[in-house]
């Protein structure tokens, strides 16, 4: 050990760049797993999410545009747009508070979002689907048409 810390001194002010971007991603590993871990939100794959909707009544948004929505959707799914939650007009989920909410978008990424918004605005079962509806389709799972 006593020739380890010298070393290690060494190394630090040779490599500089390198130190500061491990620290830099120890410190995003360690914020995102913080951030996973408090988050009012979770994230749910194919099954869970059908569990949810068989078992327990699940409401699925889809977040997608209206033309998205027409040409593919999650059965009984319904259609809100990001902005819509972003500006508070939820008055077609807002008897929804207590029912498990899964939000769906094209891949995934926008839902982690407005799944926030849905909780700070006092929904209490809020849950994204992993990968969206590119996911689900990669399954084979059904879709319908409106």
Sequence with gaps: MEEFMPMATAFAKNHTLIVVAWVAVFIMV????????TSKTKVIDNAEAIALINNQNAV??????IDEF??????????LLPTE??????GKIEQHKNTPVILVCTNGVTSTTSAEILAKQGFNHVYTLKDGLAGWRAASLP????
């Design 30 to 37: 360690i914020f995102s797993f913080i951030k996973a871990t």
């Design 85 to 90: 939650i972003k500006n508070h007009n939820i």
């Design 60 to 65: 699925v948004i889809d977040l997608r545009s």
């Design 70 to 79: 027409t040409n593919g959707h999650i059965i009984n799914s319904l259609n």
């Design 143 to 146: 879709l319908v048409r409106k």
